[in-house]
């Protein structure tokens, strides 16, 4: 048997994946294949279950009816936990940190959990410093750097989004999934966030999932769009070609462009 | 690193009123058969520094971890009995007080994991009633198998020779105090609270330690970045099973008794919940002042009000106020004002948390 070809293989896969929430269905047999080196963008309109997708392939829910694949392995009843470890990383919509701890501390909880430390008991944690300068690498990158002795709770909203951004990247998963990053982020701070995801996607190693409603970024950033409405999937193609169907055009994105 | 700074696994005072306080009661600790030689202000020591160790394993889970448990002084108990029984079975021999802690620590460590494993993966209310349901049960089986464990009366049994208090150790008298059996068990359970409460706040101060804060302050984000809290809950509840139990040992060899008013009751639970959240939770120092100040108001509050009721005399309803019968009311008025004045307790006022 000839061996497969890492690149036609899927690195994520949903089939007929679907939640109901008491009779409401969220998110309706969306199948769907993710490959290594590709953005994927994904759009609908607000309630379309975007982020609830999102929740069912890192695993905060369970499916109704349907199944994840990760790496071609069936992942559908994993918990969250180990579904990061075996390469997934999320950063959330609405921000969800750890309020009481320092910037860097929440990003150095997140390294110290990709050097699969913690379950060391007897050690002192401020004496790995290796891990104290992967995660002041990572505020570096979302520059946060000057701000990594404050309290995540006491950061401004941008802010926040960024240290979300930054717990990301400590994680350094093959697959990023950004549920909308740049939402309430002011326009200045909004490049350095894009930069950091076109720096991801030019790896071909990784895979990139990104919510975003804004029509410019999406264009400039996906290799591929699919469009989520009322659970479905309705359209999924090149950029170029999904924003010019009519189904997209009438229904969301005309609505969105104006949005934006 | 200065040894001082393993030892504190770099977790200092932050504050010197509460490095000296925290100085003083080590060396008064240090020194207690030499400084405080009486038999009741020695028991007063000893007793410090079990409940030092004991508040401060349960502050590793309420503190730390945020979880709600009932079931502490069960796990102390199961020290403090599992020295009585063997001793009692076995005979006083250093071999049958090891296989008794051994047998308590062993015994610990399965039902904190069962109790853990069974109930942590839910809301911690379920856990903490869990715990509640285990302990009673725990201490109604206590009581009842009166062969084993004595009872309501409990056990009164006897240490190796070289622990008994007529044993002379040393031909002369260091600082006129005579070291005997007695002076080498007060050191035991000196050296033993000490050695573990320094393992604690190492435990805390550790990249695991670490990682029970995340949880507590946001599970669900924890696990997001891959810490499975079901399995870090567990461990933690079972190293604070394991100090516990280790607390009752040393209560158990102190006291040469094991019984339900001294280990299991309901109040002793109660009495640690005050201490933690007098001291300060998630501090571990705040263990140390917690213990050190309740048991001392304990002890010596209800002198203190006889002194003041006999001053008092003819003044109306002030002797009948500070009569000695009321302190347990004034120990909950000076407890309610100091959770009123200090949230954080004493170490978090001291350190200037607001
Ligand atoms: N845990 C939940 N319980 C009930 N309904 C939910 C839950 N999560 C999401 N929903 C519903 O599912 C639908 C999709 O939501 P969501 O995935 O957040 O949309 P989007 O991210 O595309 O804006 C909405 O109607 C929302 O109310
Ligand atoms: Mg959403």
Redesign the pocket.
């Known amino acids: 048997m000839p061996a497969p070809n890492a690149a036609e293989h899927p690195v994520l896969e949903t089939h007929g994946l679907t939640i109901s ?2 009779g ?1 269905v ?1 998110v309706d047999g969306v199948s769907c294949a993710f490959h290594s080196g590709t953005l994927t963008a994904i759009v ?1 309109p ?8 999102f929740n069912l392939i890192s695993g905060q ?1 369970r499916p109704t009816a349907g199944r994840v694949s990760l790496f071609g392995e069936d992942i559908t009843m994993l918990p969250a936990p180990q579904r990061t470890r075996r390469g997934m990383g999320r950063a959330f ?1 609405l921000t969800n940190l750890f309020p009481q701890l320092t910037v860097l501390e929440n990003v150095r909880l997140a390294v110290q959990s990709h050097a699969r430390m913690g379950l060391n008991l007897f050690s002192v944690w401020s004496g790995h410093v290796e891990l104290i300068e992967r995660a002041g690498h990572y505020l570096e990158r979302t520059a946060l750097a000057d701000r990594r002795d404050m309290l995540a709770s006491a950061l401004p909203h941008g802010d926040q989004r960024k240290l979300e951004v930054a717990i990301l990247l400590a994680l350094e998963p093959d697959i990023f999934m950004f549920d909308e990053p740049t939402a309430g982020m002011s326009v200045d701070e909004v490049p350095v966030i894009l930069e950091l995801i076109h720096g991801i996607k030019q790896q071909q190693d990784k895979t990139v999932l990104l ?1 975003e409603h804004k029509m410019d970024v999406v264009r400039s950033l996906a290799d591929r769009i699919i469009v ?1 409405h009322q ?1 479905e999937l309705v359209a999924d193609g090149n950029p170029a070609e999904v924003i010019a169907s009519p189904i997209v055009q009438q229904a969301y994105l005309g609505v969105a462009v104006e949005a934006a | 690193m200065s040894l001082v700074q393993r030892a504190l696994s770099g977790d200092y005072p932050r504050s010197r009123v509460l490095a000296v306080a925290l100085l003083l009661i080590l060396v008064g600790l240090a020194l207690a058969p030499f400084v405080f030689p009486g038999t009741r202000s020695l028991n007063v020591a000893a007793k410090v520094c079990v409940f030092i160790l004991l508040v401060a394993s349960y502050d590793l889970l309420l503190g730390y971890t945020g979880i709600v448990s009932f079931a502490h002084t069960m796990f102390f108990g199961i020290g403090a009995y599992g020295i009585a029984i063997a001793a009692t079975k076995l005979g006083p021999t250093w071999g049958s007080l090891a296989l008794g802690c051994v047998a308590a620590l062993l015994c610990s460590v399965v039902l904190s994991l069962v109790i853990g494993l069974l109930s942590l993966r839910v809301k911690t209310i379920f856990f903490a009633m869990i715990t509640l349901a285990v302990a009673s049960f725990f201490s109604i089986l206590a009581s009842q198998l009166s062969d084993f464990t004595g009872g309501e009366d409990g056990l009164t049994f006897k240490l190796p020779v070289s622990l008994a208090p007529g044993t002379k150790l040393l031909e002369t008298a260091v600082f006129g105090v005579e070291i005997n059996g007695k002076v080498l068990s007060y050191y035991i359970v000196f050296f033993g609270a000490l050695f573990l409460f320094l393992a604690l706040l190492r435990i805390v101060n550790s990249p695991f330690g670490r990682v029970l804060q995340a949880i507590r302050e946001n599970d669900f984000r924890a696990e997001a970045i891959g810490y499975r809290g079901v399995v870090y809950r567990s461990v933690a509840n079972c190293l604070s099973a394991l100090a516990a139990t280790a607390a009752g040992i040393l209560y158990a060899i102190w006291l040469r008794y094991a019984g339900p008013d001294t280990t299991l009751s309901l109040d002793i639970m109660i009495d640690i919940l005050l201490m933690v959240v007098i001291g300060g939770m998630g501090t571990m120092y705040g263990a140390a002042i917690g213990a050190t100040l309740f048991i001392i108001a304990q002890n010596y509050l209800q002198d203190l009000m006889k002194l003041g009721t006999d001053a008092a005399a003819g003044i109306p309803l002030l002797p009948n106020l500070i009569h000695p019968d009321r302190w347990l009311l004034w120990l909950g008025i000076l407890f309610i004002l100091s959770v009123y004045y200090f949230p954080t307790g004493i170490v978090g006022r001291l350190r200037g948390v607001k």
């Not at chain 1, 607000?46 to 997708?53: E, L």
């Open positions: 929430f008491g409401h969220a609908g607000n309630g379309a279950g975007k982020t609830t997708y829910l919509q919510v989520l659970g």
